[in-house]
């Protein structure tokens, strides 16, 4: 059974950073792309960022470029998201996904396999 599992959440300082990872069992992510998405409380899961199967293109939300870098390590079959200048609004649970393409996405419809989300919670 294909599993994602993130880690990496907890409570962080408004300024502060953050990594989370997405370890993937039962599937090999190393010829598919993979999405971070998160939902806060009260509000619709968003798009996050992605990254093609390669590493070699990625996509963010406008409102976390220049803070946010989405990376993957194909032998170690596990996405990373570091988070650094984080902003109380960076409040929610961060999912983890994985879609069956070599292209990123940021539609949450264009992805297989998610993860059961881990919290991250940024105090001001």
């Known amino acids: 059974q294909v599993q994602l599992v993130e880690s990496g959440g907890g409570l962080a300082q408004a300024g502060g950073s953050l990594r989370l990872s997405c370890a993937a069992s039962d599937l090999s992510i190393s010829n598919i792309a993979m999405g971070w998405f998160r939902q806060a409380p009260g509000k619709e899961r968003e798009f996050v960022t992605t990254?093609?199967?390669?590493?070699?293109?990625?996509g963010y939300a406008d409102s976390v470029k220049g803070r946010f870098t989405i990376s993957r390590d194909n032998a170690k079959n596990t996405v990373y998201l570091q988070m650094n200048l984080l902003k109380p609004e960076d409040t929610a649970v961060y999912y983890c996904?994985?879609?069956?393409?070599?292209?990123?996405?940021?539609?949450?419809?264009?992805?297989?396999?998610w993860g059961q989300g881990t919290q991250v919670t940024v105090s001001s």
């Open positions: 990254i093609n199967w390669t590493g070699g293109r990625t």
């Open positions: 996904a994985a879609r069956a393409g070599l292209t990123g996405s940021s539609h949450p419809t264009d992805y297989a396999y």
